[in-house]
């Protein structure tokens, strides 16, 4: 079936530290979204990026969709970016179903 | 504020009863997505509406169902409820069918 990997499931970080998050998924997409789940449940549009490069103050992403994954960077982490990242696929052949990965939980130490 | 409201923020209810579960989408979008999100099965996809109709059916039991209405905003109806459906219930919306969805601040159901 249509799979969504991401990895790591869990990371602990040193405040300032640099990090990145990866997303596999089994076929072409159609949309591809980043988010984060804040402490509060909260869940925050990062990226919309079914393709290319964004970036977005210390965060920016990358999808290689002819490779089948995408890619998060956190530059110089701040205790405020603790939470659950998500990425969030809608593939060609889902018929518009939206999967989302199971997460990776970063939690940033001062 | 993603624009998208959501309520109540919090329901408590006994097993087998029916509750209603209300969506605002933001301004100007069209489609409304339902998601759940529970600590066993992650966040998963119920169902997508545009503009009125339904358009993509993901992981909902029959004991759910879900109408958008002419204003747009949308419900979820949750009957004969068990303990396992105890989670935290999102909507979002989006302009059209293929773009970036903006998601409320969620429903947190406890069923007793």
């Known amino acids: 079936g249509i799979q969504v990997e991401q990895s790591p499931p869990d990371l602990i970080l040193q405040e300032g530290a640099n990090s990145t998050l990866r997303c596999n998924f089994s076929?072409?997409?159609?949309?591809l979204q980043w988010f984060h789940q804040n402490p509060w449940g909260q869940l925050i549009n990062l990226f919309y990026i079914p393709s290319g490069t964004k970036q977005n103050g210390r965060l920016s992403a990358t999808t290689v969709a002819t490779e089948r994954y995408s890619l998060l960077y956190i530059s110089s982490s701040q205790t405020t970016d603790s939470g659950v990242y998500f990425c969030?696929?809608?593939?060609?052949?889902?018929?518009?179903?939206?999967?989302f990965g199971p997460g990776t939980s970063l939690s940033v130490i001062p | 504020d993603s624009g998208v409201t959501q309520t109540p923020k919090h329901l408590i209810t006994a097993t087998g009863q029916r509750v209603t579960l209300r969506c605002s989408p933001r301004s100007g979008d069209l489609s409304v997505y339902w998601y759940q999100q529970s600590l066993d099965q992650g966040l998963q996809f119920l169902i997508q509406y545009y503009n009125g109709e339904e358009r993509a059916k993901g992981n909902i039991l029959e004991r759910f169902s879900a109408q958008q209405f002419p204003d747009l905003h949308s419900e979820l109806n949750l009957s004969s409820l068990e303990l396992g459906d105890s989670a935290l219930y999102f909507c979002?919306?989006?302009?059209?069918?293929?773009?970036?969805?903006?998601f409320g601040p969620g429903t947190r159901l406890t069923v007793t």
């Open positions: 969030a696929v809608v593939m060609k052949t889902s018929y518009d179903k939206v999967i």
């Open positions: 076929d072409s997409v159609n949309n």
């Open positions: 979002a919306s989006s302009p059209g069918t293929s773009y970036e969805q903006y």
